[in-house]
Nanobody, 117 residues
Framework: QVQLVESGGGLVQAGTSLRLSCVGS????????VGWYRQAPGKPRELVAQ???????YYPDSAKGRFTISREDAENTVYLQINSLKPEDTAVYYC???????????WGQGTQVTVSS
């Protein structure tokens, strides 16, 4: 099984950028589809971006334009670039990994992003 660790969050000012990392251990990330989600206080967890094992990407309409997901298989890492941060981007950001539909879904512990206005 794969263990996921997110990092790269922090307290930042609106308008700046962040790159979050999701590092996998105990397994080869390249065979997993990986998703980035976020959860703001009092709100449900929502999808931000997904990347397939072959590199195809998906963004919900709410995330198109400012979020970019990418993977560096040599580093066993999937990244989430967030540009032009807004206060409403404040949330805990999580990554998950799954080999295929119906297989075990693994989650990381999350990284906090706080955007000040």
């Amino acid at each position: 099984q794969v263990q996921l660790v997110e990092s790269g969050g922090g307290l930042v000012q609106a308008g700046t950028s962040l790159r979050l990392s999701c590092v996998g251990s105990g397994g080869t990330m390249s065979i997993y589809a990986v998703g980035w989600y976020r959860q703001a206080p009092g709100k449900p967890r929502e999808l931000v971006a997904q990347i397939g094992s072959g590199g195809s990407t998906y963004y919900p309409d709410s995330a198109k334009g400012r979020f970019t997901i990418s993977r560096e298989d040599a580093e066993n890492t999937v990244y989430l670039q967030i540009n032009s941060l807004k206060p409403e981007d404040t949330a805990v950001y999580y990554c998950n990994a799954q080999r295929g539909v119906g297989s075990t879904l693994y989650w990381g512990q999350g990284t906090q992003v706080t955007v000040s206005s």
